[in-house]
């Protein structure tokens, strides 16, 4: 199936792989080697932690994390560290087949790569933002024209300028979990307002470790993830990105 | 991400720790006995402590890697607004930024695009709607220009930060040369450009027999 909306508003669009064991230095290692063949640039990402105290401040030493490629389009990045893998498209996104051909590529690298893992959580999330078309910056718009999700105040006597929404419950029979969030942001685009509605789905109860049992989950996770969007979202907002 | 810690005075014996380059603080626990900071960077990545340089973990990219890396940055900039521009339009803005950034063709004494009048260009393209996509070029000073061209006439517009633009256009009307040139938002490019029909430039220009 194509894309059913002309515009998406999916700004990113991430599947993570999150194992039990951290990786030792030598699959860390290979893992970046497979991927650097593959992709543009590379990133090695690095971590430290200052202690600041008074009379003994440290200031630890660093150390690598993980790495992150991205391809020459940026259209594509993988990030690999010593607690998974995880694929991100950013837009424009072009569907699901696109994204699903790409995925099963960065798994297969990434397995034959570092071994067998034990897998404990498998999560795909997906950021929209909706631009709203306003006649002003100052323009007062409602949330929920365009989703069903929210926060509503008493009236103060001013409309609404900002606000988070987050939420985290079960899905798929407590199967899946799901965290919810919906926010404004600073707008992207000039004369718009910015609404995000961030879905991440997840399993980490019963996680398929082979990769059959992976691709159907996927699937599920998909048809979860779409099913949580369409429940949010209003038929202003399908208008908009129809 | 820029992280800059200042210490009230006489509290701390590091007076400030500044990372530079990308990243981000993944936890920062704050108590009456000080401050703990995890964080994360990417590529070269230089701390100071006390105002002296401490270490380089990463070498500084060379000239190549800093422009190609710039050009990635620009890219994944577009993508923020990738939904608003036709598929063909963006594959072609981005041949021009290819082009434009190339590290055997690029001086590297002038500044490099900056993300911040990169973002003005973005935001003023989907802004004019404009069907016809300029060529690209840039200033010494790191600004992003576009340029339409209609036959003899031309406009050319160099966009700086924060949705500021500079224009500067000259057409043939009735046979006479006019030039114009001017400063404004973007939101009022618009309005300033509308005597001079920019539709020509933006849309209609017809093909060249």
């Not at chain 2, 939904?83 to 001086?107: I, Q, Y």
Request: charged letters at 25%.
């Amino acid at each position: 199936m194509t894309q059913p909306y002309a515009r998406a508003p999916i700004t990113e669009a991430v599947v993570e792989f999150r194992i039990a064991d951290p990786l030792s230095d030598a699959a860390l290692d290979v893992s970046r080697r497979r991927f650097a063949k593959r992709y543009s640039k590379a990133e090695q990402l690095m971590e430290w932690q200052l202690n600041l105290q008074p009379g003994n401040s440290q200031v630890g030493e660093p150390h690598v994390s993980g790495f992150r490629f991205t391809n020459g389009e940026a259209r594509y990045a993988v990030n690999t560290g010593r607690s998974g893998c995880s694929l991100t498209a950013l837009a424009p996104y072009e569907g699901w087949e696109e994204f699903d051909e790409r995925l099963r590529e960065t798994w297969g690298v990434w397995a034959k790569a570092v071994g067998r893992q034990k897998l404990t959580r498998i999560g795909m999330r997906y950021v929209n933002r909706l631009d709203i078309p306003v006649t002003s910056q100052d323009e007062p718009w409602n949330r929920a024209e365009y989703l069903n999700v929210g926060v509503d105040i008493p009236s103060f006597g001013h409309p609404l300028t900002g606000f988070v929404a987050q939420s985290f419950t079960r899905i798929g029979r407590e199967r899946f979990g799901l965290n919810l969030t919906a926010s404004t942001m600073q707008p992207v685009l000039l004369d718009h307002g910015a609404l995000v509605l961030d879905i991440d789905v997840y399993a980490d109860v019963d996680v398929p470790q082979r990769d059959a049992d992976i691709w159907t989950l996927m699937e599920a996770l998909r048809s979860y993830k779409n099913q949580v969007f369409e429940a949010c979202i209003t038929d202003a907002a399908r208008e908009l990105i129809r | 991400m820029s992280l800059v810690i200042y210490r009230p005075q006489g509290a701390f014996d590091a007076s400030a720790i500044a990372m530079t380059r990308t990243g981000s603080v993944s936890s920062l626990a704050l108590d009456y006995a000080g401050a703990s900071v995890i964080a994360q960077g990417t590529g070269a990545t230089r701390r100071t402590v006390d105002g002296r340089a401490a270490w380089v973990p990463v070498s500084e990219p060379g000239d190549e890697a800093r422009i190609f890396d710039h050009r990635i940055a620009l890219k994944v900039l577009t993508s923020k607004v990738a939904m608003h521009l036709d598929g063909a339009w963006r594959a072609g803005l981005f041949r021009s930024l290819d082009t434009l950034l190339d590290g055997e063709e690029w001086d590297f004494s002038d500044a490099l695009p900056s993300e911040a009048s990169f973002k003005t260009f973005l935001r003023m393209i989907v802004y004019l709607s404009s069907a016809r996509r300029p060529s690209l070029g840039a200033t010494a000073d790191g600004h992003i220009v576009a340029a339409w061209t209609c036959g003899q006439d031309r406009l050319t517009i160099e966009c700086l930060p924060d949705d500021s633009v500079r224009w500067v256009l000259a057409k043939c009307v009735a046979g006479e040369r006019v030039s114009g040139a001017g400063r404004s938002s973007t939101r009022f490019l618009i309005e300033a450009l509308r005597p001079y029909s920019p539709e020509q430039w933006l849309s209609d220009c017809p093909p060249t027999p």
